[in-house]
């Protein structure tokens, strides 16, 4: 499994605002997208490297194979065993780590520009030869039965795998991303073979580079690194079996503190009204002083946090919710976020909550460039969302370009209590002993998460 190496931190911390990152487009790998953005303020390189590979495209009965596979890239390849390959790594420090997501395996690679040429060497071997050793699976596939046991004792993992089940229903986006048991126990080192060579393409794939190198330097060491891959591309996954299950659904755990995922149907990258949506959600959930972190923590006590984000996948687009807080308050606080979500589509926005909006947005954002894997790591975000190459350089505008009543309209287009999916996982009082969620905002007793 991927290590990570103390040496390289320092990198992390490398400002790089993101005003000053100009992004080029590299003809570099046929099939691919590559984005890339020369830096020299530090001696390093960073790659983030998306395939279609995210649990999605999991064979049926396999759930768990994208993640798998993921996991094995750093156990051996070529020539090298497991501990072999992890060692030229750590002997160069060089980081290589892959993950998956719905949509994309990611994988990352940070290393100091000197030792670029053998870690983009160690790379092409792990992307295509890699050895799936059937006792190094063996081995990672207890660790990871070993994480999704631990996440049954988790009510937030419990809630969230719930939720993405029911939302979705049994297929692409409803399955775990980690896998099942049954799924993992069933995999063979031939099955995850099959599945890279299929998955582990260049049909499909989008590259971010950013770092200390010239445009041609880097060109090569993709070319050398991607070129030997398919150029193919995997079908993509049928769209989700359902979008929403609405109503609430509780998933019995003896926790004193449930958690609750809720969540309605969003927007997906390419709609029109995304970077509105962006505004209405910082609005609603988005920040420590949305409406309803005011209403549900500060006016009432309930809950140290409850925050919402728009989740754009692929196929689908999902306004995602989650709070955390005691037994006896679950329903009470389920209640607060029907009612916030309701006055807030009745009512829209103020003037100065869309000023306040825009001006985190804009304002943190360069908080996302302060290293060259954070450069590469975002490129890679964009990528992956179909966006163009200047939308680094307009997003600013973008986002001051919307009004008030552009928040109006997409508030009363998103947030609808009545389609929102709920999911609890814990266990409530038999008896609703509660106060009724009567009385206004400004006037009800705060109570003690």
Sequence with gaps: MTRWLPALVFALLVAAPASAVNVKRLDAVTGASVWFAEDHGVP????????????SYDPSGKAGMAALAAAMMDEGAGGLSSDAFQAALAVKGIRLEAKCDRDYTVVTLVTLSSNAKEAFRLLALALNKPRFDPETVAR?????????????????AVAEKGFYSLYFGPYTYGR??????????????????????????RGGLKIAVAGDAGAAAIAALLKSTF?????????????????????V?????????PAVFFGLPGLQRSDKDFIAAMVANYILGGGDTSRLMTDVRE????????????????????????????????????????????????EGPTDREVTDAKQYLNGSFPLSFTSDADIAAQLNVFQQEG???????????????????????????LFDPARMTIVIAGTLPTVNTEPANTEPADTEPADTP
């Design 227 to 247: 070129a030997g891959l398919p150029e193919t591309a995997p079908s993509l996954p049928p769209p989700p079996f359902r979008a929403g299950a609405p109503g």
């Design 299 to 346: 006016r009432r006590g309930l809950t140290y946090d409850v925050s919402t984000e728009l989740v754009p996948l692929r196929r689908a687009g999902l306004l995602l919710g989650t709070v955390a807080t005691r037994r006896d308050a679950v329903r009470r606080t389920i209640a607060l976020v029907r009612n916030t979500m309701t006055r807030f589509a009745s």
């Design 140 to 156: 990672v596939k207890i660790q990871m039965l070993q994480e999704i046991q631990a996440a049954r004792e988790d009510p937030a």
């Design 387 to 413: 966006l163009p190459l200047d939308y680094l350089a307009r997003r600013a505008d973008l986002i001051n370009a919307v009004s008030s009543a552009d928040v109006r309209r997409v508030a009363r287009r």
């Design 44 to 55: 390093m390189i960073a790659l983030s490297a998306s395939f279609p590979s995210g649990s």
């Design 176 to 201: 775990p991303v980690g896998g099942d048991p049954a799924g993992l126990s069933s995999i063979s080192a031939q099955e995850l073979r099959a599945f890279a060579s299929n998955h582990w393409v």
């Design 249 to 257: 659904h509780t998933l019995p755990m003896d926790v004193p503190q």
